[in-house]
């Protein structure tokens, strides 16, 4: 009876001890922000960003060179012509102040939508990566290391940047 109840309490001790090696989870930690930052396809898509800015800021500099030229015209002709034309010469330059800021939030929205059909694609190919490699090595969660307060575990950065081809 002494032996049945010293084999009950070693399996019970040693279901117990099995239990805790198997709650313990592995996990790694990846630099996504750096995977994305060195991704030669992000480099490309923010070289468009770029070009695609520029051409807004161009585009906003002359309606504001043509708004201030226009504004300077009337401000010197005013005195010399009537209140209708003045009247009409306002309204004009009102329908201008509005395009322009028009112009500038339409050019800020396209940016960010652009912006977020490029990137989107991006990190989901980054993320079947970072799911691919964690899986290769055995890995149950892999955390994102620039939000790390403590990174214990194995760094997966290079693995994954491999894994992308860079």
């Known amino acids: ?92 330059v009102q329908d201008m102040q509005k395009r322009i800021v028009d112009f500038r939030d339409n050019a800020q929205k396209e940016l960010q939508q652009k912006e977020s059909d490029i990137v989107k694609p991006l990190m989901d190919k980054v993320r079947a990566s970072i799911q691919k490699v964690g899986k290769a090595k055995g890995y149950q969660y892999v955390l994102d290391g620039s939000t790390l307060l403590l990174a214990d575990g194995p760094n997966i950065t290079a693995d994954v940047k491999k894994d992308l081809g860079f």
């Open 1 to 92: 009876m002494k032996q049945i109840k010293t084999l009950l309490i070693a399996a019970i001790f040693i279901l117990g001890a099995n239990q805790t090696m198997n709650a313990q989870a592995k996990s790694a930690h990846v630099d996504v922000s750096e995977i994305m930052a060195k991704m030669p396809a992000m480099l490309d898509a923010q070289k468009q960003l770029e070009k695609l800015s520029s051409t807004y800021d161009t585009d906003y500099k002359k309606m504001v060179e043509e708004y201030q030229g226009k504004l300077k015209k009337y401000e010197a002709e005013s005195a010399t012509v009537t209140d209708a034309i003045n009247g009409d010469r306002s309204k004009e």
